[in-house]
């Protein structure tokens, strides 16, 4: 069955937890809450880099915009591959994937029949089909229009799937023995891609080079450090050392380090530096972490895929309504991003309920066809044997 094919990351999750109903709980007492927070957030961030760069583009200064890129996208790969250690099987890990790729083709479903509503309300035109749906489905996007955060969101995806895959088959293949040396060259090549290279980084395998240098370095940075803490010196030695070759660069080039979405977008060597400052205070905390208990924190990070759903459709939805807010920029920026974060914590319990009771139906349906089958091969044989 095709469903049958497409569900069985569901299906296989879903009998993992009947074996043992006890299971949520000793889960529950084992769950590491630091990553959880960590994660949570950095997807609340994902919400307040929208906010000011999305809606807030006009009326947020430059400066505070490109402060809320210090801690967001790269963190969530290093947190990735910091799980991916704590995996003890890759199978799963890659069940896991599959099941993101599932809640993906779902929401870009969902996203599908909201614009094909809106334009009903809105008396214009749709323009989009069925083959335009299929391309999302393949990260090929067209405009999504009214959904501006949406489609400016969605970029992340094959950059997460394509660094994810080869991350993991890389390292269940290879020998850990030379990790660290291989994330050196990796850093050494995104610096000469960086500042001499540029050409290279624009080859395109599924995604650019430069993308997937950038992010897979963080993804085995997350693999390598996630048994490290920091003490307090040594944060201070790193922070010091990122700092100063930010000051070396500045210095002798023209570049503004300041800067940091020209540097995101392709991922540059200066925006590697500025992330890196996330991961040293990541890992001093550390130290604390039994401090991290289940809260909103804790619920945006293991909710993180369905917070950035829902964030894509809540940031569209304050396009409209930042015109109506007349206050200066300080005022408006924590009432704007205030109002998004409820409006994507309310759509997180939408679109995770939405995909529950999705998965729910299409599992009863394919239990009855199976019955249906089940059934008939029965009446065959009893017809085979009869005619024997």
């Known amino acids: 069955m095709l469903w049958y094919g497409i569900l ?5 999750l879903l009998k993992k937890r009947m074996i043992n109903q006890g299971d949520y709980m000793k889960s529950d007492v084992k769950r590491n809450y630091y990553l959880d927070n960590i994660r949570g957030i950095a997807a609340i961030v994902i919400i307040l880099i929208h906010t000011s760069w999305h809606s807030g583009y006009q009326y947020v200064p430059e400066l505070i915009r490109n402060l809320t890129l210090l801690f967001e996208v790269p963190m969530f790969f290093f947190l990735a591959g910091w799980t991916l250690k704590y995996s003890k099987s890759t199978t799963k890990y890659i069940i896991k994937i ?5 809640q993906y083709m779902f929401y870009i479903t969902l ?5 094909f509503i809106w334009s009903i309300f809105r008396g214009v035109s749709f323009d989009l089909s069925g083959v335009d749906l299929i391309k999302w489905f393949f990260h090929n996007y067209t405009s999504m229009y009214p959904f501006i955060s949406v489609e400016a969101s969605l970029w992340f995806f094959p950059v997460y799937f394509i660094v994810t895959i080869t991350m993991v088959t890389f390292l269940t293949l290879n ?17 000469l891609i960086s500042f001499k290279f540029n050409q290279i980084g624009d080859i395109n395998i599924f995604i650019s080079l430069n993308f997937l240098i950038f ?50 977008f392709p991922p540059h060597f200066i925006y590697l530096l500025w992330s890196l400052i996330g991961v040293l205070i990541v890992l001093y905390f550390k130290n604390y972490d039994y401090c991290f208990k ?21 940031s569209s939805i304050l396009y409209k309504i930042v015109p109506y807010i007349n206050l200066d920029w300080y005022f408006k920026l924590p009432i704007c991003f205030i109002i998004n974060f409820i409006m994507a914590f309310i759509l997180i319990f939408v679109i995770k309920y939405s995909y529950n009771t999705f998965i729910k139906l299409i599992t009863i349906f394919n239990n009855r066809v199976d019955v249906i089958y089940k059934k008939l091969c029965h009446y065959k044989t009893e017809k085979t044997e009869d005619q024997l």
Not at 98 to 102: A, N, P
Not at 309 to 314: C, H
């Open 8 to 12: 069985l990351p569901e299906k296989y």
């Open 98 to 102: 599959l099941t993101i790729q599932l």
């Open 175 to 191: 020998n850990k023995k030379y990790l660290k040396l291989f994330v050196s060259l990796l850093i050494i090549a995104l610096a």
């Open 294 to 314: 289940k809260n909103i924190l804790s619920f945006f990070g293991q909710n993180a895929i369905y917070s950035f759903f829902a964030q894509g459709i809540s």
């Open 215 to 264: 992010y897979s370095i963080f993804y085995l940075l997350g693999y390598l450090l996630s048994s490290i803490k920091l003490n307090l010196r040594q944060l201070i030695y790193g922070l010091s050392i990122v700092f100063a070759v930010l000051l070396t660069i500045s210095t002798t080039t023209d570049l503004n380090i300041f800067n940091l979405q020209l540097f995101k």
């Open 111 to 115: 996203i599908f029949v909201l614009i």
